[in-house]
């Protein structure tokens, strides 16, 4: 599996981000590749609709929690955060591998080498699939309108 095919495949998944965390998000799928681990880009930018249907998951409608933050108080909702999924290649294609092994935790690794906020080191809940970049604002600040600085020309 070539690593631009990685990389196109998460296009959409990124276009929504800010254009630092984007460009985190393929150097990380840069360096797993590097190292023999594939990975994608499962989520991006969410909308608080959104949001407020995965927080419903598991509490209100079925199936098992998968995240603790409602609506207005993830960081994806802001373009800040990304999530991604271990895989496999068979025949050729790429299979989702949820099952945690030593490869998420390579990933966590070189996530937090860029400067990401890993999900995996979380106390409460732990989110092995997630990374954000806050530049240093709560979700407070985000949701009373404060912007985290335009980017500089990001280098693809």
Request: charged letters at 25%.
């Amino acid at each position: 599996m070539k690593v631009e095919e990685l990389l196109l495949r998460a296009e959409k998944k990124l276009s929504g981000l800010h254009p630092v965390v984007a460009d985190k998000a393929r150097k990380l799928i840069r360096a797993a590749h590097s190292e023999g681990i594939y990975i994608i880009i499962t989520q991006g930018l969410r909308t608080i609709e959104e949001q407020n249907r995965l927080y419903a998951q598991g509490r209100t409608k079925p199936g098992r929690i998968v995240t603790n933050a409602r609506g207005g108080y993830s960081y994806h909702n802001f373009g800040l955060a990304f999530d991604f999924c271990v895989c496999n290649v068979v025949n050729g294609k790429l299979v989702t591998s949820w099952n945690l092994d030593r490869r998420w935790f390579r990933v966590g690794q070189l996530g937090k080498s860029l400067g990401l906020e890993w999900g995996g080191d979380w106390k409460s809940f732990k989110d092995y699939p997630h990374f954000q970049y806050t530049f240093g604002l709560s979700l407070a600040q985000l949701r009373a309108g404060k912007k985290p600085p335009n980017a500089v020309t990001v280098k693809k």
